[in-house]
T-cell receptor
Framework: GAVVSQHPSRVICKSGTSVKIECRSL??????MFWYRQFPKQSLMLMAT?????????EQGVEKDKFLINHASLTLSTLTVTSAHPEDSSFYIC??????????????FGEGSRLTVL | AQKITQTQPGMFVQEKEAVTLDCTYD???????LFWYKQPSSGEMIFLIY??????QNATEGRYSLNFQKARKSANLVISASQLGDSAMYFC??????????????FGGGTRLMVKP
């Protein structure tokens, strides 16, 4: 299947700092990527849809100024958690669909990034 | 209302036995897709199986099969011959609408499966 790579896998930062997470589609182009957030022992909740060359679409309740998304190319989307606070500590996981490579429409996920804000 | 419901927060199964993980969904779309993912403790999401709303046959992928009952809006995952490596969280997910690049997946709450030796 298609490969999505996410970096960093783990990050610990101090409260008030910003953290950038990268999501790359390695062997396919992704006009759309999806950013999910997962709290411990909970399900994946969609945060935003990242669109190449245009603004991201955020889900209700997700602060766009807090979670900046940039999708500058067909293979890279970045999520920046600005002025991080302990309540932002979570598992962030990106995904994309290899629209040309599969008819099922499954999402391929990155490895996830575990953010801990002290 | 929840779009995807997984009523079993945790399940035990004896190694080599079969297990069924429940999933019900709610949509008014005629075209939709149903997916199952496995999430081991490492956190990665592994795609297991897919069922399209217009597919008449139940999907199968190796030891995984999907018991699709459209009228009841259920899409249960059946794992045959359980292995210790099957211990993980399992998520049911749905895509509403056609297979377009922009259609995201909505996930259920998950079921933690534990395989006993």
């Amino acid at each position: 299947g298609a490969v999505v790579s996410q970096h960093p896998s783990r990050v610990i930062c101090k409260s008030g700092t910003s953290v950038k997470i990268e999501c790359r589609s390695l062997d396919f182009q992704a006009t759309t990527m999806f950013w999910y957030r997962q709290f411990p022992k909970q399900s994946l909740m969609l945060m935003a849809t990242s669109n190449e060359g245009s603004k991201a679409t955020y889900e209700q309740g997700v602060e766009k100024d807090k979670f900046l998304i940039n999708h500058a190319s067909l293979t890279l989307s970045t999520l920046t958690v600005t002025s991080a606070h302990p309540e932002d500590s979570s598992f962030y996981i990106c995904s994309a669909r290899d629209f040309m490579g599969t008819t099922k429409g499954e999402l391929f996920f990155g490895e996830g990034s575990r953010l801990t804000v002290l | 209302a929840q779009k995807i419901t997984q009523t079993q927060p945790g399940m035990f199964v004896q190694e080599k036995e079969a297990v069924t993980l429940d999933c019900t969904y709610d949509t008014s779309d005629q075209s939709y897709g149903l997916f199952w993912y496995k999430q081991p403790s490492s956190g990665e999401m592994i795609f297991l199986i897919y069922q399209g709303s217009y597919d008449e046959q139940n999907a199968t992928e190796g030891r995984y099969s999907l018991n699709f009952q459209k009228a009841r809006k259920s899409a249960n995952l059946v794992i045959s011959a359980s292995q210790l490596g099957d211990s993980a969280m399992y998520f049911c997910a749905m895509r509403e609408g056609n297979n377009n690049a922009g259609n995201m997946l909505t996930f259920g709450g998950g079921t933690r499966l534990m395989v006993k030796p």
